[in-house]
């Protein structure tokens, strides 16, 4: 985990030839939707245990069949809520599951408008009650021009205050990180790694593409009726 020089709280592992071997793979054009999907729920996982390296923990005295020792209850680890941004953070909510497995899980949808606007549209919006204990973790792959995320934060802040207020991506473009610390700077950031820049569109550079469709296929426009 590597803490980034331009701002407070923003971590990348491009430190983890392991986790750097799993994005080579999404950014390939060449990858196909079902190992996409299974890169996505890989880096959950593993980023998802990095992550309870920066968590508390308590110490306990317990009895093994032989004599007592010490042991440790991962305290933060049980409060956990992970707030799931449709589409493409469903595959990346599977993975953290998996180590934070008493989550309670809040579902958002959230679609950007094309540029230079980049207006968010949030219709979908279910998120459990945050408690003082909690440590939040807003899962979303793609951090670009952040619009998305500052929406998202916004909305999960009427929930409560948690502990901690993580956001977990997988790519993000230095724009969007300036964008959320600017506004909200108790916010922390987990990235696999932060690129270089945006196009003109709003994507991420070199990036992987739109995740969602990467992920999911492109969806088509029907008639209105
Ligand atoms: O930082 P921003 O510029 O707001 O862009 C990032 C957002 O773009 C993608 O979602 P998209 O709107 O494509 O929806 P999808 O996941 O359904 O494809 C991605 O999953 C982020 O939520
Ligand atoms: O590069 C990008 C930017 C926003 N959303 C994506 O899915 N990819
Ligand atoms: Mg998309």
């Known amino acids: 985990m590597i803490a980034d020089k331009r701002w407070k709280g923003v971590y990348s592992f491009e430190d983890s030839p392991f986790l750097m071997e799993i994005l080579t793979e999404l950014r390939n054009k060449h990858t196909g939707a079902?190992?996409?999907?299974?890169?996505?729920?890989?880096?959950?996982?593993?980023?998802?245990?990095?992550?309870?390296?920066?968590m508390d923990f308590e110490k306990v005295e317990i009895e093994t069949p032989l004599e007592k020792t010490e042991g440790i209850i991962a305290k933060d680890r049980k409060n956990v809520v992970i707030v799931t941004v449709l589409r493409a953070a469903i595959p990346?909510?599977?993975?953290?599951?998996?180590?934070?497995?008493?989550?309670?899980?809040?579902?958002?949808?959230?679609?950007?408008?094309?540029?230079?606007k980049f207006e968010i549209e949030m219709n979908y919006i279910k998120i459990p009650e945050i408690k003082p204990e909690d440590t939040v973790i807003i899962a979303d792959p793609m951090i670009a021009t952040g619009s998305t995320l500052l929406k998202v934060i916004e909305e999960v802040k009427k929930y409560g205050t948690p502990k901690r207020l993580i956001v977990l991506g997988v790519l993000a473009a230095p724009e969007g990180i300036s964008r959320i610390k600017g506004a909200y700077p108790e916010v922390e950031v987990f990235v696999t790694k932060i690129d270089?820049?945006?196009?003109d569109h709003g994507y991420i550079l070199?990036?992987?593409?739109?995740?969602?469709?990467?992920?999911?296929?492109?969806?088509i426009k029907t008639a209105k009726k």
């Not at 990346?92 to 230079?116: D, N, Q, T, Y």
């Open 34 to 54: 079902i190992e996409f999907r299974k890169g996505l729920v890989k880096l959950g996982r593993y980023m998802g245990y990095e992550l309870t390296k920066t």
């Open 206 to 219: 070199p990036g992987l593409g739109d995740a969602g469709d990467r992920a999911f296929g492109a969806p």
């Open 196 to 199: 270089r820049e945006l196009n």
């Open 92 to 116: 990346l909510m599977e993975g953290l599951i998996k180590v934070f497995e008493h989550a309670r899980v809040g579902i958002v949808s959230a679609s950007r408008g094309k540029a230079p």
